[in-house]
């Protein structure tokens, strides 16, 4: 699985133009086939900080969503927004999705 982790600081007059903005984006990327998950959150210390939490079933998956034409408009439609260049993680490790936290389970069901 190819894991990406991705801070967007968006200047401050985009932060609430920012979701809807890459709405279009995010739900072509959840469409493509090799796509595992694509979520938003945002930072509780910088407002106008988004972290954009993706992955893909393998390195070709990726590969189609760097190339495919709704990434390329959402780069462009990006560039407007950004405040400074994006931070990234990008690593392939074993796997197909989340796990569950073994050192804590809820108290009440």
């Known amino acids: 699985m190819i894991f990406i982790a991705v801070k967007f600081t968006v200047h401050s007059e985009e932060r609430d133009n920012w979701l ?20 938003w959150s945002y930072s509780v210390e910088n407002p106008d900080q988004f972290v954009l939490l993706e992955a893909f079933a393998s390195p070709e998956a990726g590969e189609a969503h760097v190339k495919s ?3 390329a408009a959402a780069m462009d439609l990006m560039a407007d927004l ?7 993680i990008n690593v392939e490790v074993p796997g197909d999705g ?4 073994a050192e804590l389970t809820p108290s009440r069901q």
């Not at 890459?22 to 694509?38: D, H, I, K, W, Y």
């Not at 950004?82 to 990234?88: N, T």
């Not at 989340?98 to 936290?101: A, D, E, G, L, V």
């Open 20 to 39: 809807p903005a890459v709405e279009p984006f995010t739900l072509a990327t959840r469409q493509e086939p090799g796509n595992l998950f694509f979520e």
């Open 69 to 71: 034409e709704h990434f």
């Open 82 to 88: 950004v405040a400074v260049a994006p931070e990234i």
């Open 98 to 101: 989340w796990s569950r936290m």
